[in-house]
């Protein structure tokens, strides 16, 4: 069993950052494809960024691409996300999922553990 615990979630005017943190449980958290995914209120959730378990490939959102990154820290068992430029439309609960191995990041189908998710809220 996995758990996830995401932090860093917050009120920030339209142009502003954030740096979401996902702390995870376990002692393979490097085998571990990454992911962070949002819901809108109202919306469907859906996919933001992933990340394989060794770092050096990631995956975003048309959306964010450009704006948002993914980072992870083996050592640390923690995943990232870096979000600078954010507008009103970037409004959601963020969360944090992980699946051990190599899966598709996109699809939210992939992963087994999910995090209880943090408030992002953009104020225009």
């Known amino acids: 069993q996995v758990q996830l615990v995401e932090s860093g979630g917050g009120l920030v005017q339209a142009g502003g950052s954030l740096r979401l943190s996902c702390a995870t449980s376990?002692?393979?958290?490097?085998?571990?494809?990454m992911g962070w995914f949002r819901q809108g209120s109202g919306k469907e959730r859906e996919f933001v960024a992933g990340?394989?378990?060794?770092?050096?490939?990631?995956y975003y959102a048309d959306s964010v691409k450009g704006r948002f990154t993914i980072s992870r820290d083996n050592a640390k068992n923690t995943v990232y996300l870096q979000m600078h430029g954010l507008k009103p439309e970037d409004t959601a609960v963020y969360y944090c999922?992980?699946?051990?191995?190599?899966?598709?990041?996109?699809?939210?189908?992939?992963?087994?553990?999910w995090g209880q998710g943090t408030q992002v809220t953009v104020s225009s």
């Open positions: 999922a992980a699946r051990r191995g190599t899966v598709a990041p996109i699809s939210q189908l992939s992963y087994d553990y």
């Open positions: 376990g002692r393979t958290f490097s085998l571990y494809t």
């Open positions: 990340i394989r378990s060794s770092g050096i490939s990631t």
